[in-house]
């Protein structure tokens, strides 16, 4: 499967320490992600429970080194299970941290239009016959 | 849990939020009511005779949908006529750029929390 990655860098005006503390306690994580059952600052499962209590977000920590190295795999309820990896890496400059985000293992193209649409059962030919519609307008 | 609702407000003039969008496609219910709506323009009554669900129930749903910009809901007289927005699944189908702005969009957040956090 043809895969793709996002990266993206970020100044904070904040220490590495404080960034840290947004990217793995769950209160804070809840400001402006969703809340983890537990923090991830440890390897282990991690779930972020949707407003209907079941897991919305999850994945599993694979390493953490407060505070400048956090990796843990990631996926979506709407993305069927399909697990990707997010790096989370921070660096301290003179007036804040430089932080980095990898999100890798992104599928792309058409299979990750099935990807999306072939979690259940009989959506993927809904999601066909709309892609056609819209197509012909 | 975060509130989306001032960032809803502002992509519905930008572009969709993925959020939304995810949000939308995540609940089985609300993607059978998009497998309703692909037949046919339907009302809410109409939506709510194919479940065991009450009609403010369906109601949500709909309105969650429209959030994600996967329906449009249009007044008639006094009903209100739900239909599939093409143009809200011409937009999942880049799912990179999705994930793209679906980060944006977070760290945008994460920047505003952590500098007031530590200011």
């Known amino acids: 499967m043809t895969s793709h990655t996002i990266e993206k860098s970020l100044i904070l005006a904040a220490a590495p320490a404080n960034v840290w503390a947004f990217l793995t306690d769950p209160d804070k994580l809840a400001i402006w992600f969703h809340r983890p059952d537990n923090a991830l600052t440890s390897p282990g499962p991690f779930s972020m429970p949707g407003e209907d209590g079941e897991p919305l977000v999850w994945g599993e920590v694979r390493e953490a080194r407060a505070p400048s190295h ?32 990898t999100h890798s293992g992104i599928p792309a193209g058409a299979e990750a239009f099935g990807l999306l649409t072939g979690f259940d059962g009989g959506w993927d030919r809904h999601l066909l016959s709309l892609r056609e519609a819209s197509a012909a307008d | 849990m975060v509130s989306y609702k001032r960032e809803t407000e502002r992509f519905h003039i930008m572009q969709t939020d993925p959020h939304d969008t995810f949000k939308a496609l995540a609940d089985p219910t609300r993607r059978e009511i998009l497998g309703l709506l692909k037949s046919r323009e339907m009302t809410i009554g109409d ?37 599939i927005n093409p143009e809200g699944f011409r937009e999942l189908e880049n799912w990179l750029e999705i994930f793209d702005r679906f980060w944006d969009d977070r760290l945008s957040a994460l920047k505003t929390a952590v500098e007031k956090d530590a200011s």
């Open chain 1, 70 to 101: 956090l990796s843990y795999s990631f996926t979506a309820r709407p993305m069927g299970g399909h697990m990707t990896e997010v790096t989370w890496e921070l660096s301290e400059l003179e007036a804040g941290t430089r932080l980095r985000l």
């Open chain 2, 47 to 83: 939506v709510t005779r194919h479940f065991d669900i009450t009609r403010p129930a369906v109601k949500k749903h709909l309105a969650i949908l429209e959030s994600g910009r996967l329906i449009t809901v249009t007044p008639r007289g006094r009903e209100r006529i739900n239909a």
